[in-house]
């Protein structure tokens, strides 16, 4: 018998699997997405999250935890500890630009958590949303060192981009693409299949590596538009919002202070300018709008239990009391990008064009549906930030940067604290640093060669003794889309440059122009009451701070753009096909992104499918050649039962259909769809052409097209629709061609129309 082995040997000492320090405990984040401070009934809001309620119950509530107002800063600022532009995210990916603080990039000198943890020991996965990698590199392509396997993370399954349908998403294992098997009618929802993946992850590291301590990061994509929930969800909220969002918010108020988690003499922040009370609507309105916040309130409620079914595995494996978890209650305040109607298609507002309530009138039955794209009205958003004024985008004011914040850590958290609420101020950023030292670990000064930058948060871990302790984090910065604040021992001033729900608004005014408040918080909580003409000194030195903070952290300069820096011919960031008119692809390829993808958008462009028809389908041919985005906005270019056709979505909301006027017969064709664009401005018409060879075989127009983008989480397939249907002529997914491609080819015939400020306005005053 042959002797076994020595063990693997360095220098002549036995290698050993490195682990953290003795007692250093499991680590869970839980991130819920547009869930604003006075949403979740631990928070006094509507919603019932009993398993929020339950972690605060037995651990700590934070009532002054304060995130960047949009996402995918929120979560480069968790990960890193560093303020979102000293990591390079003062927008969210969509929205980079080439300035420093905006480029999208993380410096190597800011290490994540994932990295950190994992580079000592720790099992590291993430789940979910990610909205950190530059747009350009959500690729087959790559490079993948910005995905989060690249950034620390052993494991990871979700989505890359802003947001993801949860009935048909379009998700990642590590770097390659999977589609569900289950489906909606098979009771599929995406927030139930990524605490199914944590869940089992985290089993299979408690069975193979039991001395290892895991860190899992659970990002849902709720409650992040589309609002998604089964009908069931919706029904348990029947009738509850029927007194309106002005009702509302009092009553939130009202149980904030029964909670101890505002001043017994707390007022309602003032209510947006231009935004309708509920009064002010008619019976139509408000049913919509009632509907609205079921289906929101359901949404909420759903995810919530998902929570509920990590929490009860990490108790049967006997983990959870030895587990910091982290359960935050929105990456930012809740979302006005609704409109003031709300919506159906979400696109459709974000290019500046409301929706029609009689319509949605018609169809309250759907919402919830696979047939929505909804976010609910500003009313609502504004009455699920209560007390505070204003909503996402909005960094200036608590409505957009202040959410209910959750920490649970067994024994640590002592009985007499157990359920109490802590009052100091703190950040996002202060999250990193309370891991470090729960973990025992200290800040690394180089991870993987490069020296690390100083971590700019601070530890949370001394308030769970002290619940009068005082503040450690006195400073903070605050900026967004040119909303501006800075926080400094109490004090707050704040300056709002936009308004979220006017995402191509008519002329800004310049920065010099904004007009700047005051508030003392620590006597007028909600931001109540404006002191900036009785106190103008006192106004004079926050600026001030304001100005050596941006400085430092890489804020200026400044960019007010929101939707136009979405496409980045307008945006000026770098783009992975500039300088290319033409790209070819061959059956298979896809999962294309629509900054990986040619932009065809404003801008005259042709089709090319090579294909072969067999003889058994000569005439009745079928199946998607090319499709760009899905059911609320894209293109698509099919066969149906042998007639060329060509659709295209705008919005979800305007759709035109060109088809031949003969079938196809069987063998080998070269097929086009010539798209003339009209020319002079953005998101005009278009003359569309199909042709078999040299013949013509039809022809049609386009009223109108997309301006900026199609959809944030559909992309472009070549001889399948992956997602949602772009067109209800093929079925969801089942809609693969039938004959053989050969190739098909995009040629972009001429610049994209950028367009002038003026431009923009007379597009937007056009759908008004």
């Given amino acids: 018998m042959l002797p076994l082995p020595d063990p693997i040997r360095e220098n002549g000492v036995p290698v050993e699997a490195l682990l953290p320090p003795d007692g250093a405990p499991n680590v869970v984040v839980v991130v819920i997405d547009d869930m604003g401070f006075g949403s979740s009934s631990p928070f006094g809001g509507p919603c019932v999250m009993p398993t929020a309620q339950r972690l605060a119950d037995e651990g700590l509530r934070y009532s002054r935890f304060h995130v960047t107002a949009l996402c995918s800063p929120t979560r480069q600022a968790l990960l890193t500890g560093r303020n979102h532009h000293s990591v390079g995210m003062g927008g969210t990916t969509e929205m980079a630009t080439s300035s420093p603080g905006y480029n999208g990039y993380r410096p190597s000198s800011a290490a994540t958590t994932a990295q950190i943890l994992g580079g000592n020991g720790y099992s590291t996965a993430a789940f979910g949303k990610w909205h950190q990698t530059p747009a350009r590199e959500v690729s087959l392509s790559g490079p993948f060192d910005r995905w989060p396997t690249g950034e620390g993370f052993d494991e990871f399954y979700g989505f890359m981009g802003a947001e993801m349908n949860h009935w048909y998403p379009q998700l990642f294992h590590g770097t390659t693409p999977v589609v569900p098997e289950r489906r909606p009618e098979d009771g599929y929802h995406l927030s139930e299949d990524l605490t199914d993946h944590a869940i089992s992850w985290i089993r299979t590291q408690n069975v193979l590596t039991p001395d290892r301590p895991f860190y899992t990061y659970l990002a849902f994509g709720a409650t992040h538009a589309p609002h998604h929930v089964a009908p069931e969800w919706i029904e348990k909220y029947r009738g509850q919002f029927d007194g309106g969002w002005d009702v509302q918010r009092t009553q939130t108020l009202e149980r904030q202070k029964r909670l101890g988690l505002v001043p017994a003499d707390a007022e309602l922040g003032p209510w947006a300018e231009g935004v309708p009370s509920w009064d002010d609507l008619d019976d139509e309105a408000r049913a919509v709008a009632a509907r609205f916040m079921e289906t929101y309130a359901g949404f909420a409620e759903h995810t919530d239990a998902q929570v509920s079914r990590l929490i009860d595995e990490l108790e049967r494996l006997g983990e959870l009391d030895n587990t910091l978890i982290v359960y935050l209650l929105g990456d930012n305040g809740a979302s006005g990008e609704g409109g003031i109607e709300g919506t159906l298609h979400e696109h459709l507002v974000g290019h500046g064009i409301p929706d029609n309530t009689a319509d949605m009138a018609k169809r309250l039955d759907s919402f919830g549906d696979a047939t929505t794209y909804s976010i609910y009205p500003v009313g609502w958003a504004l009455a699920m930030n209560a007390p505070y004024q204003w909503t996402k985008q909005v960094a200036s004011h608590f409505g957009g940067t202040r959410d209910g914040m959750i920490l649970r850590w067994g024994d640590k958290i002592k009985d007499t604290a157990a359920g109490t609420v802590r009052h100091q101020f703190h950040h996002v950023i202060d999250i990193l640093p309370t891991i470090l030292e729960a973990t025992g670990l200290p800040a690394p000064e180089s991870v993987n060669g490069i020296t690390q930058s100083p971590i700019e948060g601070t530890s949370m871990l001394y308030t769970f003794a002290d619940a009068e302790a005082p503040d450690q984090h006195t400073t903070q910065y605050f900026e967004m889309c040119g909303n501006r604040g800075i926080y400094h021992e109490g004090w707050m001033a704040v300056t709002r440059h936009g308004t979220p729900w006017l995402m191509l608004p008519d002329g800004l005014p310049a920065f010099e122009d904004d007009v700047w408040e005051l508030y003392d918080t620590s006597i007028d909580w909600t931001q109540a009451h404006d002191l900036a003409a009785a106190l103008p000194e006192k106004l ?71 294909i072969v028809i067999p003889s058994d389908l000569a005439d009745t041919v079928s199946g998607v050649l090319i499709a760009q985005g899905g059911r609320f906005g894209g293109w698509s270019l099919y066969c149906l039962d042998g007639v060329l056709t060509y659709a295209y979505n705008c919005y979800g909301t305007y759709r035109f259909t060109v088809r031949s006027m003969t079938t196809l017969a069987a063998g080998a064709h070269e097929l086009q769809m010539h798209f003339d664009y009209d020319g002079g401005g953005l998101g005009r018409g278009a003359t569309i052409t199909l042709l078999d060879g040299d013949t013509i075989i039809g022809s049609g127009r386009i009223d109108r097209t997309t301006a900026y983008y199609f959809s944030f989480d559909e992309t472009l397939n070549i001889g399948v629709d992956l997602g949602t249907p772009v067109t209800e002529d093929y079925l969801p997914l089942d809609n693969g061609f039938t004959g053989e491609i050969n190739f098909v080819r995009i040629d972009v015939l001429e610049d994209a129309v950028t367009g002038t400020e003026e431009d923009i306005t007379r597009h937007v005053l056009a759908h008004q």
């Fill in 540 to 610: 004079a030195e926050l600026q001030a701070i304001f100005v050596t903070e941006a400085t430092k952290y890489k804020v200026f300069p400044l960019d007010d753009r929101v939707t136009e820096r979405e496409n980045p011919f307008l945006a000026g960031r770098i783009d992975l096909l500039a300088g290319k008119d033409s790209m070819t692809y061959t059956a298979g390829m896809g999962r294309f992104t629509e900054e990986t993808t040619m932009n065809t958008k404003n801008r005259s462009h042709t089709i090319t499918a090579s």
